[in-house]
Structures are given as C-alpha cells and as structure tokens.
C-alpha cells in the first residue's frame, strides 16, 4: 500500500475552515484514500474515504487532486471539538488489515 | 455503524502478570483487529481475529504474547501475557463496516505496567 506524508501539526482559528493536506505520491490506480482522525483518549473516527473524485459528507469535503498524488480534508468551520490528530490512509480497495496509520498531523483549533 | 464496547477501560498492572482484554460488538462481524498505540506513537496493527480460525498476527506480534481468542461473530479478547513496561499502550478493537470500507473502533484499553 502507498505510504503517506503529512504535515506533523497544524493551527487553525475556529470558525475558519481547516484544510488538511496529504501526499501519496505512490498510490496506484486502484487504491483509495481513507481519512480518520483521533480525539484525544479515543478511538480514532472514520472521516470520509474516495478513489478518484471530490467527495463531501456531514462531517468534511475530501479534494483529490487529478493525478491523485495529493489530497486535502477540508472541514469547513472548524470547532474546539475537531482539535484532533487526523490520519490519511491509503489501501487497496476496504483492505482493513492493510491500514497503516502513519503519524497523521495533529491539528489545534485555537478560539 | 457498529459499537464496540472494551473491558477494562484502564488497568493498572504488576511486571510478569497477564490481562486480557474483551471487545463485545453490538452486531455479528466477520473480522475483528486488534491495535495497539504506544504513547504518542500511532497505531500499529496487532493482528486479525476470524471466527473460528487462529488468528493472523502482523511482522513483530506472536501468538504466545497476545493470544487471542474469536468464540463468537460478536466477542474477542486479546491477552497480553508476562507483561513488561514496555507493553504498556493503549489497546483498541476494531471491526470493519459491512461494505463500507470504514473502521469502527473502541475506546481503547489504556495499561500501565509497573
């Protein structure tokens, strides 16, 4: 499966949207990119997941570039409750026992 | 969705002695994972634990440090035995959405081994 390359922290001021990037520059054509993220003393939380185009859901909009290399988690007005490390994963087709967490980017929601 | 529910939540325990771990699903699932998350490293992947079959461990994990144990589509333990201070982590169960491709986890079972 494609390693990934995130940045190891990020600051963003609440009510503004927080855009998290990603790099996997070695995917192939058939994996997907997964996105979760872990709240302090929990257990990580799927986020949203896609293959090839933009998705969106209730929580963030998943952008993947078009060479599919890159990828952004865009949650749109970020809260105090979305400080958080947020993982990108990227495996082959659901693959659960391939899921590697790499060291995600710890993302700080300042007031 | 599925809810995972783990015992204990958090222990506190003595060099050499075992603990086992329990991870009750509210719906039947074919696979369940067992992670572990060191402190403040990320999660790594214990192993797989099929019903009715031995599980599979991961490069690093063997079965007579973490045995586990699939009676049933809802239940799993993983036993960490003779316990060192390294084997001090959080443990979470994880169980994979039917065809949805998300991970569910638990809470996590935080030891500390003294």
């Known amino acids: 499966d494609a390693k990934t390359t995130q940045p190891p922290s990020m600051d963003c001021a609440e009510g503004r949207a927080a855009n998290l990037p990603c790099n996997h520059s070695?995917?192939?054509?058939?994996?997907?990119v997964y996105w979760y993220r872990q709240i302090h003393s929990q257990g990580p939380q799927y986020i949203i997941h896609?293959?090839?185009n933009n998705e969106t859901n209730e929580m963030a909009s998943l952008i993947i570039t078009e060479d599919r290399k890159s990828s952004t988690l865009i949650l749109p007005h970020a809260t105090l409750r979305d400080t958080a490390v947020y993982y990108c994963i990227v495996i082959l087709g659901t693959g659960a026992n391939n899921l590697f967490f790499g060291t995600g980017t710890r993302l700080t929601v300042i007031p | 969705s599925a809810v995972i529910s783990q015992k204990p939540s958090r222990d506190i325990c003595q060099r050499g002695t075992s603990l086992t771990i329990q991870c009750q699903v509210d719906?039947?699932?074919?696979?369940m994972f067992w992670y572990r998350q060191q402190p403040g490293q990320s999660l790594t992947l214990i192993a797989t634990?099929?019903?009715?079959?031995?599980?599979?461990?991961e490069s690093g994990f063997v079965i007579d440090k973490f045995p586990i144990s699939r009676p049933n589509l809802t239940f799993s333990t993983l036993t960490v035995s003779n316990m060192s201070p390294e084997d001090s982590s959080i443990y979470l169960c994880?169980?994979?959405?039917?065809?949805?491709?998300?991970?569910?986890f638990g809470e996590g079972s935080r030891l500390t081994v003294l």
């Open positions: 994880s169980v994979e959405g039917e065809g949805t491709g998300e991970l569910f």
């Open positions: 719906s039947q699932v074919t696979m």
């Open positions: 070695t995917i192939s054509g058939n994996e997907y």
């Open positions: 896609g293959l090839k």
């Open positions: 634990a099929n019903q009715g079959s031995e599980a599979t461990y």
